[in-house]
């Protein structure tokens, strides 16, 4: 409904990646992933927790399908930029790095070494 809205801005990102792992099981009806995909590209999201169910599915990767991928085409290693900030009342920060992480890394390996290289930061 709302032109590809499902639930609200914030539930877009699960709802999009349970429709890329089912879509094999659904026939193509007039409402369909690219009118999700339009609701959440013209969204600003600025909640950590939002940001990160909607990033799987933008980049085809979603939760479900973690780890698969074609070691073919895929680079040794990557360069992850990782940021974490704070402007909330009390003492705000502002921390970023660059690590070095295997291709197909998970989320936690990438602060896993995050904390390794920058221990009292992250």
Known sequence: ??????????????????????EKFYEPREWDCAQ????VLNHDYSQPMAIAQVLPALVDKPYLKAGAQDCATVPATIT?????????QGKPFHFHTSV????????????????EKEPKTF
Do not use: D, W
């Open 80 to 88: 992850v930029h990782y940021t974490i900030s704070n402007k909330l």
């Open 36 to 39: 999700a995909f339009s609701v």
């Open 100 to 115: 070095e992480v295997p291709a197909g890394s998970t989320l936690l390996r990438v602060l896993q070494v995050a904390e």
């Open 1 to 22: 409904k709302r032109g590809g809205m499902v639930g609200n801005i914030y539930s877009m990102g699960l709802v999009m990646q349970a429709l890329e792992v089912t």
